[in-house]
């Protein structure tokens, strides 16, 4: 359906298309920091591509001198240029004011974390605990993270080569031509772009991490196999050693906004999520939260948010279930099946193998594949009945029960 749709995407997305205001500017919707366009952003899965910033000043430059040929250029490729540029640019002097910093030159200088967090107009700066950009992808690493990223997402394309553009190679500047003045310049008027990079390289060396841990265990399960399968082995071990299953809550309880259950869930890689749910009305328009199983403190974008959150579309009385995994941390599978007021339905969440899969009174909701990079088991996990992100569903919820290393199609429930 994306594929078929990809005419709807970025600039010919009717929600996006066309001058919209940002701040005291206007620009092209594409353009515009998904925070200020929440009818076409809120509450969905997105990626963005973000660069060391100097280089993204030089890139700016080339698409002046070289890229774009409206009768307008006032600059010539060299270094004096590039800095006088800059300059001109970050403070608004010698230029038209539609061409300065923040939502001139078409809101190509704004901050690029803009685009990744909740910007605030006024303040000309943007709130990190607010994140409106699922996947954050650094240009540096594009053809990688690219490819991990629509794996991940079960597309086949893949990014093969970076080739350097007609501006790279008619005006071949580098980081190091920028003057002490315009460096200095930059620095401060994109501060926060600086700190988000590092914030950014961090989080990527921690999903490194975790990457060459599930490739290490990869590895280790390959000698077992070749040992006879002393890996399945130890695995039945661990689980008889184990309850097979935690009763999380067992009568009918309202579900209520901000509702912290437990913190001491212990999860597993292959688990099913079992409750009883019966809609009292309908929700608020948008997403409604049933419950959420964590590791964090944040909403999305990041591993361990969602495993799994559970959310109620109250525009159309389905579930949608997000369970991350490394390869995408929003991965997520929308129900077929609507929910009917004021009638209880038995929902089970499954992971076995690469398969999600939501069941809704013994009938197949909604499956999704590219489990292969699951999380490990965890302790110390969050459960949240109603969590502090979105509104609660107006629902009653009942049994909820988390069971262990599930490896079998669960039979079909009886009637409640």
Known sequence: DVARNY??????????????RAGTGTCNGHHVPPSL???????????????????????????????????????????????????????????????????????HFLPQGAYVYEWDPVALKYDTSKRWCTHVI???????????????????????????????????????????????????????????????DKEHEEQRRWQRDEEEEVR????????????????????????????????????????????????????????????????????NSVLRVTRTNENFGHHFDRMPAILLDGDSNTLQVYMGHHENSGASCWSSIRLAVARTALVHVRLAGPTL????????ACVKHGYYNKYKAAEGVKLWIGDRFHNAADAIISSVVYRFGVNSIPSSPQSA
Not at 177 to 186: R, V, Y
């Open 357 to 364: 899969m939501l069941s809704i009174d013994g009938k197949e």
């Open 220 to 287: 280790a399960r390959d000698i077992d196999t070749l040992k006879g399968h002393q890996q399945e082995r130890e695995q039945v071990g661990r689980l008889q050693k184990a309850p097979q299953a935690r009763p999380l809550l067992i009568a009918e309880d309202q579900i209520e906004k901000s509702r912290l259950r437990f913190t001491d869930l212990a999860t597993t890689e292959e688990f099913e999520l079992s409750f009883h749910i019966t809609l009292r009305g309908i929700s608020n328009s948008g997403m």
């Open 7 to 20: 005419y709807m995407w970025g600039s010919m997305n009717p929600l996006v298309h066309g001058l919209k």
């Open 138 to 200: 650094r240009y540096e690493r594009l053809h990688k993270d690219i490819n991990r990223l629509w794996r991940g997402q079960g597309y086949p394309i893949r990014l093969h080569k970076q080739v350097l553009g007609p501006g790279g190679r008619a005006c071949p500047l580098k980081r190091k031509d920028f003057t002490d003045e315009t460096s200095a310049l930059i620095r401060r008027m994109y501060h926060q772009d600086f700190v988000m990079m590092e914030s950014l």
């Open 37 to 107: 366009l929440p009818q076409a952003f809120e509450d969905k899965e997105t990626f963005c591509i973000v660069r060391n910033v100097f280089d993204k000043m030089i890139s700016e430059f080339r698409l002046k001198v070289v890229d774009t040929h409206d009768g307008s250029q006032r600059y010539t490729c060299s270094v004096p240029e590039l800095n006088r540029y800059i300059q001109e640019l970050l403070t608004g002097r010698n230029i038209p004011q539609n061409w300065a910093y923040p939502y001139g030159s078409d809101c």
